[in-house]
């Protein structure tokens, strides 16, 4: 069973940066295509980025490109996401999964932009 542990969330001002973690357990990440999601209070989950597990081909929601990377370390069976020029909108509890998510969801990081 694989576990998912999302860290690097804070409290940063708009136009800041962040890089959150995902790191796996009981199962190795590098045969899958992951993704980051987000879900801001009162609203659906909703896609963030994504990079496949060949090729590190990404892609990117209309809302963060030119401003988030999604990336991996398959030797660290770690993926990340650097987040930079952070609005208050990107506010949000961040997740990691596969990206049909079809791992069981970890506690996800808590990002707050304030103005």
């Known amino acids: 069973q694989v576990q998912l542990v999302e860290s690097g969330g804070g409290l940063v001002q708009a136009g800041g940066s962040l890089r959150l973690s995902c790191a796996a357990s009981?199962?190795?990440?590098?045969?899958?295509?992951m993704g980051w999601f987000r879900q801001a209070p009162g609203k659906e989950r909703e896609f963030v980025a994504s990079?496949?597990?060949?090729?590190?081909?990404?892609l990117y929601a209309n809302s963060v490109k030119g401003r988030f990377t999604i990336s991996r370390d398959n030797s660290k069976n770690t993926v990340y996401l650097q987040m930079n020029s952070l609005k208050p909108e990107d506010t949000a509890v961040y997740y990691c999964?596969?990206?049909?998510?079809?791992?069981?969801w970890g506690q996800g990081t808590q990002v707050t932009v304030s103005a």
């Open positions: 999964n596969n990206r049909d998510r079809q791992f069981p």
């Open positions: 009981g199962r190795t990440l590098s045969n899958y295509n």
């Open positions: 990079i496949t597990w060949t090729w590190n081909i990404t």
